[in-house]
């Protein structure tokens, strides 16, 4: 599939190739036909061998296979374990939920593993650059992946940008510098004014590094996690022979509700596993290795997670948690000053390897959205010599830059958990569909009561986050709206028969655990402040603007297009038989 034209080029045609951008007039009579086509993209799927086999070939070169169970637990463990647990674990003990924090790191991790257990399902049977982009397009439809793309994107570039912030920090910690005195103090509004530029140098660095080649970037990542573990073994056990169990009491200052809150929040630190399952098409043996690889670092994190969370609320009073470097000063303040340089050196060691790791799942997510033209083909091209694209790891690169360079953590974080929050839940809908819908199987009867059935289950998951939100104490609101989520999944599991069994690895108790997770991340996204909403509709706003005036007619010339090269290969294959005679 390599090919012999150049990578660095920049014609109409590698950005705009569709029939409807050729001419004004061909683009009008498009936006007159945006409401058929809508429909026509909202009922359309796509299918595995499309994804697997055909949208790679728009990519023009094949990427590396060069990674194995191994590579894939650390890139596991270096995606996730950054920012998240050495920044906002102070920051929620202190505001939020106090030495409860470990149980909030419990029910994210919960949430995250049964996300795991979806996307790894998905990896095996589907091992395509695009993770959760190319799984929704098959079992949800184009439009639904769109918004999902939009949100992996939005997720990509907000999230990275979170994470270079914070390495600037931890940088200033170790530096034993005031917190912010290497950021550029301005006039703008508050959670803008500070600019970093030290964090745009990061992100340019770890770009370049991830750019060069997928082995290479593979191997510092082995350096860096393991110095990270060291630091995070030393932070662990340091703390426990330092900790004071009376700074547990009292154990729920903020009430049931904070553990809830605040695990919608550090749900952040568990984002970054979904990189793993974009990395499938670079997998030497994807059936084996992606399952081994997310499940075993996804277990692992949760551990240590807990593990850091309880050792600093023993260390200190939740009150006295400082919020910016909060294990650097928890240890300052049991005489081990000097302790703060190490714990500011494992974060940012930390840090790097999320950025790398970053850098590579973030760049793949996009070259598989471009390879359906959702946004232009020219990002899903794939560089013959380093086998890594390029084009797509600049675009989330200078998009991250330019964010990282203005706003501050928190106006990032609840953002960005969020759109997490919001494609897991759709990651475990999609699941459900796969299992119980086969097109042309599925008797339509069946269909309309999966629908109904999946209606139910998200409704009064929505009805539980609402029944929380407007009264935490409160029990009638659950009477209703639990009892109707267990008999929608008991309905479900009862009157359904399964369309499809998983060839290699399946999650287990269908529908029981994805009906769960759908509960628990819509839950978690109900217990995040209005703010958070307010940016994440506006996001979405911006990118249904976008989408009516070019994804969509982008997304259905290419639709056309696959169509009729496969009528006409039918057409080639049947006057073939036709010439061969009996």
């Not at 999230?159 to 034993?176: I, K, M, P």
């Not at 984002?271 to 974009?278: H, R, V, Y």
């Not at 290699?504 to 209005?530: E, H, Y």
């Not at 976008?546 to 049947?574: C, P, R, S, V, W």
């Amino acid at each position: 599939m390599a090919s012999t034209r150049s990578y660095w080029r920049w014609s109409k045609q590698d950005f705009l190739p569709e029939e409807s951008f050729q001419t004004w007039t061909n683009y009008t009579s498009a936006l007159s036909q945006t409401w058929f086509r809508f429909k026509n993209r909202l009922t359309s799927r796509s299918d595995d061998e499309t994804e697997t086999t055909q949208l790679r070939k728009q990519s023009e070169n094949e990427m590396k296979r060069c990674l194995s169970w191994w590579d894939l637990i650390w890139f596991g463990f270096g995606a996730v374990v950054g920012a998240g647990i050495f920044v906002l674990t102070g920051e929620e003990a202190h505001d939020t939920v106090g030495p409860a924090i470990i149980l909030s790191y419990a029910v994210s991790g919960i949430s995250a593993m049964l996300s795991v257990f979806c996307y790894t399902e998905f990896a095996v049977e589907v091992p395509v650059a695009g993770g959760s982009f190319a799984y929704l397009r098959i079992e949800l439809g184009d439009f639904a992946a769109f918004i999902a793309a939009g949100n992996i994107l939005l997720e990509s570039i907000v999230g990275t940008a979170a994470v270079s912030r914070s390495w600037t920090s931890y940088f200033t910690s170790l530096l034993n510098k005031p917190k912010n005195s290497l950021r550029i103090k301005t006039g703008l509004k508050d959670g803008y004014n500070l600019l970093d530029p030290i964090a745009v140098v990061v992100l340019a660095a770890a770009s370049a590094i991830a750019i060069s080649s997928t082995r290479k970037t593979s191997y510092l990542n082995w350096i860096a996690s393991a110095v990270n573990t060291l630091v995070i073994l030393f932070v662990i056990i340091a703390g426990f022979v330092h900790a004071d169990t009376s700074n547990l009491i009292p154990f729920l200052p903020f009430g049931a509700k904070g553990i809830f809150q605040a695990a919608a929040i550090v749900y952040f630190a568990y984002g970054g596993f979904d990189s793993i399952a974009t990395m499938a098409e670079e997998t030497k043996n994807p059936s084996r290795d992606i399952p081994i690889g997310l499940v075993g670092s996804m277990s692992m994190i949760t551990v240590i997670y807990c593990l850091m969370a309880l050792t600093l609320s023993m260390m200190q009073k939740y009150k006295d948690i400082d919020t910016d470097a909060a294990f650097s000063v928890a240890f300052q303040s049991v005489g081990m000053k000097w302790a703060k340089y190490v714990v500011a050196f494992g974060a940012l060691k930390g840090m790097t390897t999320v950025l790398l790791v970053g850098a590579l799942g973030q760049a793949r997510y996009t070259t598989h959205i471009a390879r359906s033209h959702m946004i232009p083909p020219w990002f899903a091209l794939v560089h013959p010599k380093t086998g890594t694209p390029i084009n797509a790891t600049l675009l989330i690169t200078i998009s991250s830059a330019c964010i990282a360079f203005f706003s501050s953590l928190d106006v990032l974080s609840s953002l960005l958990s969020i759109s997490t929050l919001f494609i897991f839940m759709m990651m475990a809908v999609a699941l459900l569909v796969r299992r119980y819908y086969v097109r042309g199987v599925t008797p339509r009867g069946n269909l309309l009561k999966l629908v109904a059935f999946l209606l139910l289950i998200i409704s009064s998951s929505m009805g539980i986050s609402a029944c929380w939100g407007i009264n935490p104490n409160g029990w009638i609101g659950y009477t209703i709206t639990v009892p109707i989520w267990f008999l929608a999944t008991l309905g479900m599991s009862l009157v359904l028969k399964q369309q499809r069994d998983p060839k290699v690895w399946g999650v287990p108790l269908v529908p029981w655990l994805p009906s769960i997770s759908i509960a628990i991340n819509i839950f978690l996204m109900g217990s995040l402040d209005s703010s958070a909403f307010i940016r994440f509709g506006i996001c979405t706003g911006v990118m249904l603007i976008y989408y009516f005036f070019f994804g969509l007619h982008a997304t259905y010339d290419m639709a056309h297009q696959q169509e009729k090269l496969q009528n006409e290969n039918k057409i080639k294959q049947m006057e073939t038989m036709e010439n061969a005679g009996p």
